[in-house]
Every structure is written in C-alpha cells, then in structure tokens.
C-alpha cells in the first residue's frame, strides 16, 4: 500500500506540474499572442492555430525530453539544462511547422518571445518550488510561510521529517569533488546523509552558497557553530591535501568527537575506478604523503609487450598486475603456484577490461624449471618481474630449505629461462630486509640480489631489482593482525615498543618496480626514499583510535626469532646515484664473478639436499656474508639511537640556555 501511495504521489506531482505549465504557457500566449498586437495583426483563428502548434511543440518534446519525470525538488543544474535543451527543441519544431503548415504567419521575434518568455515561467516556479522545500524546513518565519506555500501549491510538505533521519555532515572542500558529493546527495532520495556546509580557504568562495549550501572559513568553523548546524559527520573531500594538514584536521575533529570520513578516487579493485565514502584507510593513519612514481614514458615501455609476472596472485604481485594492465601490454601472463590468488585478480581484470586485455593465468612453482620452460617456450615473455617469493620471517627461520629452495634457486631458474629464451628484460622484487640481513628470508633475497647482479655482467638480458620496505596490506603484514586483535577485543601485541618501520601502500610498491624496471640500463639496485619511518607503536594506538572501541591493551611478546629493531634500506648509503625521479636512488654493488656465484649456489645445494634446516643456514651464513645475528644487529642500533638521541639533547639543551 504504501508503494502504490508513493506511486500516486508521485504522478499527481508530475501532473500537476503539468498543469502549472500549462498556466504558465497560457499567460505567455496572453500576453504575447492577444494583448501585445505588434506588426502582424492576427485575428482569433490565427491566435488559435498558433497557440495550438507552439504548446504542442513544448508539451510534445518536453514529455519526450521527460521533464516531467524529474525530481525537481533535488534538481541540480544539469536537470535545468535538459529543460532549457529541449524547449531549444521545442523553438526549432514550432518553426518548421509554422513555416510549412497553412496557417497565419508571425514574426520570428515574437516566436522566439512566447518560447523564452514560458521558459522562464517555467524554469521560475522549478527554482521557486525547490527553494521553499529545502528552506521550508527552517524553525523561523520565513520557513513558515514557505511551508505554507509550498503545501498549497504543491499538496506535499517541506523536507524537514526525512532531513531528521539523514546524518547531517559537513563536507571539508568546496571544488569538483565536494560539490560533486553534495549533488549526489541532494539529488538523491535514498542517500543516508545531508550536506550542511562547506569548509574552505579559498576566499572566492568562503561566504557564498553552493547548491544552496553555506562555505564557512576554514578559520571561522568551530565546534559551536558545527552543533549548531547539527553537523554529526565531517567528509574529506580534498584528495590533493598537504599530509601535514589533513593529519591536523583529522586529529582536531577526531578529538571532538567527529566520525570523520573521506571522499575520493579509490584503487581500481575496491570501487571499479568510481568515487565512493568510506572510513579511512590504514594509508590515511600513517598521513605520509602518497608516492606517484609512474609516468607516461613507465607507460610507453610496457606498451605492446608480453609480461610474465610470477607471484602474481599475493599481495605486490596482484596490484603490479592491475598497474601494467592500465599500460595495455600485448599480452598480460600470470603465474603463481597459489591457484586462488591468481583466479581472483584473473576475474577482476576480465571484469574491469571485458576481452579487451590479452590475459592469460599458469599454475606453477618457480622451482619446477620444466614447469616454466614450458611457460617461457608457450608465451616468449619479454619482460619478467619476478614476485613469486617466502616472505614471511618468522616462518622462514624454522623454513630455511624451503626459503632457499624456492627463494633462491627459484630466481636462478628465471635468470636461465630469460637467457635461453631471450627476454628482453627481468626484474625482481627485493626488500630492505636484504640489508645487513639478519634472518633467513632477509638472507635468501640477499642472494637472490646477487645472482640478479651477477648475471648483469655476462649475459644477454637487461636486470634490475627494486629493494623496498614494509607494505601496508599485504598479506604478511602487520595491519590484518592488529585488525583482528581489535576486533576481538584485543589486547593488540607487538614485539617490541622501540621497533622502527619504513612502509609504503601496494600501489607505491608496485609503481616502484614497475619505473625503475622501466628506467633500468642494466644490473641497477634500485632503491626507494620512504620518507619517515613510523614507529609499530604508534601505528597500533592510531588503529585503535580510528576503531573507536575504547579500553584495549597493547603488549609487548618480545622481538621474534630474526626480527629487527629498525629496518635499513641501504648498504652503504655514500655510494648512491640519482635518477630523475628524486624519489629513487641506485645503489651500485660489486657484482660477483658467474664463478663465484656458482660455487655459493652449489654450497646451498649441498646443504638443502642434506634435509637439515641448521646446515642451510650455516650455509646460507656463508653465502652471504652481510647476514648477522639479529642480537648483534639490534645491539648495534640501539647503541646507535641511544647517542644520536644523547646529542640532540644536549644540542637542545645549549639551544634553551643561549
């Protein structure tokens, strides 16, 4: 019943509308047919004909245009365009008619008077109509009488029952991507939320109305004047604001008890490329400012070649997937030994590309080299970025064999199956825990770093590797378990208070490797500028204060077996070259000898084929020479932080007596 009342409310306002209309045209007629005589005398029949041709012309196209199908009570300006478009129309029609029908003549002037003077009838009472209903619900006089007015010309009441039910917000940016928020929601019915204002430092705009809708100074806005508007909700509609600015926003309206939210552009993969409000990300809790690092010529070097990407269901893997994608390779190779990860980004980018993206899916290990001679020998890749790797720490130290087996031989499969079939190029993914290693996996990708090297000096293929911290979402990371551990209650457990991360988002990663791949001459470790490192435990109480659940306890475990206290990105950081991206650096190592490496390879061989996970890591101890205990490791960094802080105590000290 309810739906047919709706229904029938809706229909006797459209045709009422109509009606309105139609007395507006009458009046038009009125006055520019019968009492405005001018230079062509009609009589009563020609006023007729012309009233009849004109106000079929207008109904006619209107209804074709369906103008009387709009909500105007939300309509924006794009539902004022279509009427003035179609009554553009409508003009155009009239004059055919006229012209060819036998009927008596007027001039084009008072043609074109009867059509624009009923357009702007028409177009006054839509406005007058949507100003009473949004202001109609305002506790003064005025919104009285416009209550008024509107019940009696329109039979329907101000919106002020469902603007109380509506979460009232205030939308932080007045440009393209707040105002196209508050249309949306005004325009829509069913949107749970209603703009009150704006807030803005432009001064073109502070203290005028969009849609209706006040701009406040960034200046002028205080909790006050925001309770007084009811506004419950703050929406940040700014993508391009300072990280420092939008760290200070979001602390002073989240300390007033605000639920501050953000409108922008998300990954492809969350929202199929469209706009959307949403909590904000873990990205966001880190407020460090998003790193763009492909360009068009990244875009250019992808275009129409064939990419392997191995590891291309996990976490970097996947998302380096979707950035070439957006670089429209010839054809797009996936593998991973992981069947799930791999058909899930495979039915994302079928779905995102509909059989426009040449994309293929292998299940394989990188260890298997029957498995993937068979891949190279189907495809011919011409650019391998190899992913596929043990990453988790604590895992592979009780894992070592399995960590060297897949880790190390597994690239050293890639580096010969380029060789022999050719490739143009091969790119791997490396990790600042490869520095001064102090577990296994750190160890393994070490020299995975080296062989990559090595093979630069002597073989045929162009290689890199891209060396880059932690990543924020990834499988492996810290963020998932935090997430649980709040969402049970808690408590929130870190190894250690004092540990010291570098992070970047998936996308960074990916856009990283894919440049400096790109970028790459031949035998470079790349290496990114992450900015600030974050400290886990500040990460932890910001998750915790972003969920809003209260009462939650963080502990300390103790380091794991391997971790360290501060990550390091660079070996020896006087030795590094610039790029043209300020933001990458290389860092150029001695390569080893193919015999050198050889004889290491066949050292962890011996060891792995003992099936003694104690003997691969006194092995891999041997291999790789960087790879200390992490007791020594953390000692060191310890002793380091602890007198670099020393001294800026002290230079603060002669600061405050001078």
């Known amino acids: 019943m309810k739906v047919q009342e709706k229904k029938s409310q809706k229909y006797h306002i459209r045709w009422m509308l109509v009606c309105y209309d139609a007395l507006i045209y009458l009046m038009s007629a009125i006055l520019l047919l019968i009492l405005y005589g ?22 006619f196209v209107r209804m074709i245009g369906k103008i009387y199908n709009q909500v105007w009570r939300y309509g924006g300006i794009q539902c004022y365009m279509r009427l003035i478009f179609t009554d553009g129309i409508a003009f155009v029609l009239y004059l055919g008619l006229e012209l060819i029908l036998p009927v008596q003549k007027i001039t084009f002037a008072r043609m074109l008077s009867l059509v624009s003077l009923n357009l702007l009838g028409a177009l006054t009472i839509r406005m007058m109509y949507r100003y009473a209903y949004k202001c109609g619900n305002k506790d003064n006089a005025w919104g009285r009488v416009l209550a008024k007015l509107l019940r009696a010309f329109s039979g329907i009441d101000a919106g002020k029952e469902k603007e109380v039910q509506k979460i009232k917000v205030a939308i932080m940016g007045a440009g393209r991507v707040g105002v196209g928020l508050a249309e949306e929601l005004l325009n829509n019915e069913q949107a749970s939320y209603i703009p009150r204002c704006f807030i803005d430092i432009n001064k073109e705009k502070v203290g005028r109305e969009i849609q209706g809708i006040p701009v406040w100074s960034e200046n002028d806005v205080t909790l006050e004047k925001l309770e007084d508007f009811e506004v419950q909700e703050i929406i940040f509609a ?227 590797a891209t060396r880059f911290g932690n990543v924020l979402g990834s499988a492996g990371s810290v963020i998932p378990l935090f997430k649980r551990q709040i969402a049970n209650g808690g408590p929130v457990t870190i190894t250690d208070k004092r540990i010291i991360r570098y ?44 969920s809003g659940v209260h009462g939650i306890e963080i502990i300390e475990t103790g380091l794991r077996p391997g971790e360290k206290l501060y990550e390091e990105l660079l070996v020896k950081t006087e030795e590094l070259d610039k790029t043209k991206n300020s933001m990458i650096f290389i860092e150029r190592d001695t390569a080893l000898s193919a015999e050198e490496i050889d004889k290491r390879l066949a050292l962890l061989k011996d060891a792995c084929a003992s099936d003694d996970d104690l003997k691969a890591k006194k092995a891999l101890r041997k291999a790789v020479p960087t790879f200390k205990t992490p007791e020594e490791v953390n000692r060191t960094a310890f002793e380091k932080n602890e007198k670099e802080n020393e001294e800026k105590q002290k230079k603060g000290l002669k600061v405050a007596l001078f």
């Open 38 to 59: 001018g230079m062509d005398k009609l009589t009563t029949a020609g006023i007729a004909e012309q009233m009849i041709i004109s106000a079929i012309c207008i109904l």
């Open 238 to 464: 700014i993508p391009t604001m300072e990280t420092e600015k939008r760290k200070e926003l979001y602390d002073y309206y989240k300390n007033a008890g605000y639920k501050v939210k953000i409108y922008d552009y998300p990954t492809m993969h969350a929202a199929g490329g469209k706009m959307y409000l949403r909590e904000f990300d873990i990205e966001e809790l880190l407020f460090r400012k998003p790193l763009v690092v492909a360009d068009e010529n990244t875009n250019a070097y992808y275009r129409d070649k064939v990419v392997l990407i191995t590891g291309g269901g996990g976490s970097i893997g996947s998302e380096l997937c979707r950035q070439m994608a957006r670089m429209k390779p010839k054809q797009l190779v996936i593998l991973d030994i992981y069947e799930n990860g791999a058909y899930d980004v495979q039915q994302e980018l079928k779905i995102a590309y509909k059989g426009k993206l040449d994309l293929q899916v292998e299940i394989a290990s990188i260890t298997n080299r029957k498995a993937m001679a068979r891949v190279f020998e189907e495809y011919h890749p011409q650019i391998v970025i190899n992913a596929a790797a043990h990453k988790h720490v604590p895992l592979m130290e009780h894992n070592c064999i399995e960590a060297i087996e897949n880790n190390v031989f597994g690239t050293k499969n890639m580096v010969d199956l380029c060789e022999e079939y050719g490739a143009e190029r091969f790119m791997m993914v490396s990790t600042d825990k490869a520095v001064n290693p102090t577990n296994v996996m750190g160890a393994t990708k070490r020299m995975c770093e080296m062989i990559v090297q090595s093979a630069s000096t002597h073989g045929h293929v162009k290689y890199s």
């Open 503 to 546: 992070f970047m988002t998936i996308p960074e990663a990916s856009q990283l490797v894919l440049q400096s791949g790109a970028m790459a001459k031949n035998g470079e470790l790349f290496v990114l500028d992450m900015g600030k490192p974050v400290k886990i435990m500040d990460l932890a109480e910001n998750m915790i204060r972003l």
